[in-house]
């Protein structure tokens, strides 16, 4: 039987706000990786200019990112194990949040022209 999807059931902004931070984690200039843990702490979060911003050679829209500047996502992601740190200061991504399949990547990264 395959895995179940969502099986923390997250909610869509919990789901965005975690494909945002997974993604965050994969470039370098943005996150450092823990290599004996899996985790992954986010150094910087980019900032929207206009109605979209860039991770890497991804544009992610404004609105699929409200989540990164909510206290109370950042608990809940916490709280489910997938994150630790603090609002806003500082945020590690767990090798649970990591791997953590939102379905969601192909949605809400979309590839830039500039």
Do not use: C
């Not at 984690?25 to 910087?44: F, K, Q, Y």
Request: overall charge negative.
């Amino acid at each position: 039987m395959p895995p179940k999807f969502n099986p923390l059931k997250l909610n869509p902004l919990q789901l965005r706000t975690l494909t945002l931070l997974q993604e965050i984690a994969r470039h370098p200039e943005l996150a450092t990786h823990d290599p004996d843990t899996g985790e992954a702490e986010i150094l910087h979060i980019p900032h929207p200019h206009g109605d979209h911003f860039h991770i890497g050679s991804a544009a992610v829209h404004a609105s699929d990112a409200t989540g990164l500047a909510n206290p109370a996502v950042w608990v809940a992601l916490q709280r489910k194990g997938l994150t630790r740190g603090e609002f806003p200061a500082r945020l590690t991504l767990t090798a649970a949040g990591m791997a953590y399949d939102t379905g969601l990547a192909d949605k809400i990264l979309h590839g830039s022209d500039h």
